[in-house]
């Protein structure tokens, strides 16, 4: 480029950098297309830039081309390329609802655009595409028009096969995919009727045809055992298969831990650190020892070394970065890393050299950590205890059980002191307490569903919980203090919209939140305890909870709003969270006197990371979600008929939720199975009122219901009220007109 245009570019050392030769930088390029506020086709901009040699303008071409699939510019049909903005355009991701309609979350933030259904028949949820604002709707949202699409989401497609008068389509899984895709004649391999497969899409829908595709895999028959997590893990994308490569990168350390791994650590071999787990777990990525310091104690959590074997742009590290978690389904678990680490290597297996990365608290009398330090140590796990063992020998004083580990029943008596100590803390700071239900699936011998059963939780759960909390706290604030670039477990409060509706809520109750507009977790802990002991705590307990906002990971450090705390991040499952590994990689970092502006990750880069591993995390929980809801229809599907008691734990403007008392099974009852009446629906008050009986159904309250419908493909279970309570007098006066058999249609939440 000119020399001008060298050395006005900002950015230019930078490409100096990271090109042999360097062209302008994306935000040079995107501050001169503003600056001529006319679109300009590739040779003029080449041109303007003073490129002149050939191989810059085919740096040029591919930099324009990226920068419009990432949706910064545009190209009009004569050529020219503009900033989106310029043209009232607005690039972002396609949110589909299985009604059809859809809205686009932008890329720079603001109020989504509505995305009508006749806009969507060209789109597939998870698309990114540029959007032309058309207007705005009798609602006030802004209504987009497609412009193009930057970038498809979905190439494969899990769904039930049909085929009629030879012509084959597949129904999609995926509810928000609610087109049909066609199979012609010579894709459908050996699919039969009514089964499961997984297709291709050849050809992506547009506004005047249907998605085709082609048989890529047949699943199986629709109501085959394991067919659901089958489905939910190809649904979701979920990686299953390991590349060759990372297969052959994590078979190439052995089976042992090579002795050159042991060199220059902390030999903790023989100090009784033990690791405390659920009975059905095979990954051990944390353990502890305590014992008692003056008024005070020394704790060590030590974390299974993950970093150590997954270095940086390896093919595991490729893999983990693209899994992002462990996934959890009923029967089994898709690891974040190969068996040969996750549950060999890199798992705390008891009597065995294991490399870790530890956490040394000094915690006093008042429970809070006054001391903290971070080294590489070299551990053997003395023993693996359940926490039903755990808890029998220190709440329930199983003399067998101590007797049996004589040597570390006075480790175990102080962590139990320790944690009681960590419990006035959390208490005293305002953490908040949720008392929720947790379930297990149980199978029978032809893995069918069996059972539902609640996880209990006991005291050995809770001090674990406690003692890594300690140790995420005691991370996070190590790498606050040196500036590193790390990604931080952010939790923020309720937005302005919900706290409104929450105080609303509360005032009918003759309850009040304290902190104004910015309420803390105490106000939030302190409400919690004032409904102890009313007939509606699980109510109140339960929109509270729903007020909150989701967790996520970010390099900004927001602090946890939950927990109550300034500094927090996830250091203790490194085995299974990939933020933990890369937090670990900064830890290591600054251990082995690095600084933070020579780590090799930016904070750019950790805000896509960031993005990244929290969109992770909420593809697994869905598609756990999906696979536990398909095996809760199967349960119901012999119980169509049956009455049960349930307690409602969801109002919408077209019916309420209704959970099964014993059997933790969720089904509708809608709306027009109520009563004869005219429904309102308040979100504020999570209620329906019949218009004309004045009959409630709220949230919390209980109700007895008759199953009448499951439907498996949709994964639904519909209730009608066994017996309805008996309607209050009508109130004099007519039906307003306001409102309808429905009530009030429902905002996007």
């Known amino acids: 480029m000119s020399g001008r245009r060298r050395n006005s570019d900002p950015f230019a050392e930078r490409e100096a950098r990271k090109y042999e030769h360097p062209i302008p930088s994306r935000e040079f390029i995107l501050a001169y297309l503003a600056e001529r506020a006319e679109p300009l086709r590739r040779d003029e901009i080449a041109e303007g830039l003073g490129l002149r040699e050939e191989d810059d ?98 190439h494969k497609v899990v769904g039930r096969f049909f085929r009629e008068s030879g012509i084959g389509f597949v129904a999609p899984d995926e509810k928000r995919i609610p087109q049909h895709v066609v199979v012609p004649p010579e894709h459908q391999g050996s699919a039969m009727h009514g089964q499961i497969v997984v297709v291709e899409l050849i050809e992506q829908p547009s506004r005047r045809t249907q998605a085709i595709g082609r048989v890529v895999e047949v699943l ?19 990686p299953a298969e390991w590349p060759e490569q990372a297969s052959a990168e994590a078979g190439g350390f052995g089976e042992r831990v090579p002795e050159e791994a042991k060199e220059g650590r902390v030999d903790l071999r023989a100090l009784p650190l033990v690791t405390i787990d659920g009975a059905d777990a095979r990954d051990f990525d944390d353990a502890v020892y305590c014992e008692r310091r003056g008024r005070g104690w020394r704790l060590l959590v030590a974390i299974a070394d993950v970093s150590w074997y997954v270095r940086p742009d390896g093919a595991l590290d490729a893999e983990a970065r693209l899994r992002g978690t462990s996934v959890y389904f009923p029967d089994r678990v898709i690891p974040m890393l190969p068996e040969a680490l996750s549950n060999g290597l890199c798992s705390l297996n008891p009597e065995e050299d294991r490399l870790c990365m530890v956490a040394e608290l000094s915690i006093g009398a008042d429970g809070k950590v006054s001391r903290s330090r971070f080294f590489e140590g070299l551990m053997r796990s003395h023993a693996r205890f359940t ?18 580990h004589t040597a570390l029943v006075p480790h175990l008596e102080a962590l139990y002191e320790l944690y009681g100590a960590l419990r ?26 069996e059972r539902i059963v609640p996880l209990v939780r006991n005291d050995a759960h809770r001090l674990i919980e406690e003692c890594m909390i300690a140790a995420n706290v005691a991370a996070a604030r190590f790498l606050a203090r040196r500036r590193i670039a790390a990604l931080y477990r952010i939790h923020e409060g309720p937005n302005a919209d919900k706290l409104e509706d929450l105080r609303t809520f509360l005032s009918e109750l003759g309850l009040r939140l304290g902190g104004g507009d910015r309420p803390e977790a105490h106000h939030f802990a302190q409400l919690l305890d004032k409904a102890q002991g009313r007939a509606d705590a699980h109510l109140i307990q339960t929109v ?54 020579t780590f090799e990750y930016t904070h750019a880069g950790m ?114 009220l066994a017996d309805p309570p008996p309607a209050p007098p009508a109130a004099p006066g007519k039906r307003s007109r306001g409102g309808g058999r429905f009530g009030r249609k429902r905002r996007r939440g």
């Open 57 to 154: 303008r085919e740096a040029l071409r591919r930099r324009l081309g990226a920068m419009e699939r990432d949706g910064q510019l545009i190209r009009n049909r004569r050529g020219g390329y503009l900033l989106v903005n310029q043209a009232d355009l607005v690039s972002g991701r396609v949110i589909a609802h299985s009604d059809g309609y859809g809205f686009l979350v932008p890329d720079e933030g603001g109020d989504d655009l509505f995305i009508p259904a006749r806009e969507m028949a060209a789109l597939l949820h998870g698309d990114r595409a540029v959007m032309r604002v058309a207007g705005v709707d009798r609602r006030g949202r802004r209504i987009g028009a497609l412009t193009e699409v930057l970038e498809r989401n979905t």
């Open 220 to 238: 199986g028959d629709h109501m085959a055992p394991g067919m659901e997590v089958d489905m939910a893990i190809r649904s979701h994308d979920i």
């Open 387 to 404: 926490y039903d063992a755990v808890a029998a020998m220190l709440v329930g004083g199983d003399a067998a059980l101590r007797r049996r």
């Open 424 to 449: 006035k803390a959390r208490a005293a700071r305002g953490a908040i307490d949720f008392d929720t239900t947790e379930t297990r699936i149980e199978y029978g011998p032809d893995r069918r569903i």
């Open 544 to 597: 509270l909870l729903r007020s909150l906002s989701q967790a996520l990971y970010s390099p900004d450090n927001a602090g946890h709003f939950g927990l109550a705390l300034d500094a927090y991040t996830h250091f203790t499952s490194p085995i299974r969270r990939y933020p933990d590994l890369m937090v670990h990689r900064a830890i290591r970092h600054l251990l082995t006197g690095g600084e933070a502006q």
């Open 607 to 720: 805000v896509v990371l960031g993005a990244a591993c929290s969109a992770a995390e909420r593809r697994a929980d869905e598609a756990t979600r999906d696979a536990v809801a398909w095996l809760k229809c199967e349960y119901m599907m012999d119980k169509v008929g049956q009455s049960f008691e349930g307690t409602i734990t969801g109002v919408t403007g077209f019916g309420v939720f209704v959970e099964l008392d014993g059997i933790y099974v969720e089904g509708l009852v809608h709306i027009t199975a109520l009563g004869a009446d005219y429904f309102h629906f308040d979100p504020a008050h999570h209620r329906l009122t019949g218009e004309r009986t004045g009959r409630i159904y709220r949230l919390a309250d209980r109700v007895r219901v008759q199953v009448v419908r499951v439907d498996l493909d949709e994964r639904k279970i519909d209730f009608e």
